[in-house]
């Protein structure tokens, strides 16, 4: 999929029972130059999984949209994402999402102004993860949700837990493991 008028694959409507994509598969797509989310999947998302993708996120605002991302369980797992516009989009925009998701064995480059995951709520679970990011690689996770076995690059430093539950941040695996018992096999 090169372009399109917003989303590239998009589903309606956004909220309680937009089951437009329940019981569904999203697989084996390479997806580039979206004008808004490479994938947008905000509703229900009943057994929803995407899987196998290939995306670039060079023109929009993130490679997957999930918010609201309201039931599932929804499964994200073993695609590529990467997120180059220069304008300060996510990887995974996940705000209002209190549905239970899964992300195991993705990789995540996402490079100049660009988050990994964006608010990750309490029913998140990821494991196994390559976050590779410029600045936040996780911004502002509630502490519900569960993080093991993710390795983490920020070239410049800086933390890769932003505002762990609104409050502090955490600038490597080491101090997110102290702080929150979270990530107990995860690497920097």
């Known amino acids: 999929i090169d372009g399109g008028f917003l989303d590239c694959i998009g589903n309606s409507p956004e909220g309680w029972s937009g089951g437009a994509l329940d019981n569904s598969d ?16 905000e509703g229900d998302n009943v057994n929803l999984r995407i899987y196998g993708n290939d995306i670039t996120a060079n023109d929009g605002y993130s490679a997957l949209a999930m918010a609201p991302h309201l039931v599932g369980p929804a499964y994200v797992f073993r695609n590529v994402f990467r997120v180059t516009a220069g304008y300060g989009g996510y990887a995974f925009k996940l705000e209002s999402s209190p549905g239970f998701t899964f992300y195991i064995h993705n990789t995540i480059d996402s490079g100049q102004n660009n988050d990994g995951w964006e608010y990750p709520g309490p029913n998140q679970y990821l494991y196994n993860n390559i976050i590779k990011t410029a600045v936040n690689p996780l911004y502002s996770p509630d502490a519900a949700g569960k993080y093991n076995g993710n390795l ?37």
Do not use: H, L
């Not at 999203?26 to 999947?41: E, L, S």
């Not at 080491?174 to 690497?187: C, L, N, V, Y």
């Open 26 to 41: 999203i697989a084996y797509n390479t997806i580039t130059n979206c004008k808004d989310d490479a994938i947008q999947m």
């Open 152 to 188: 983490y690059f920020r070239p410049d430093g800086g933390p890769i837990v932003r505002k762990w539950n609104g409050g502090p941040d955490n600038y490597t695996v080491t101090a997110f493991r102290s702080a929150t018992g979270q990530e107990q096999q995860g690497r920097q």
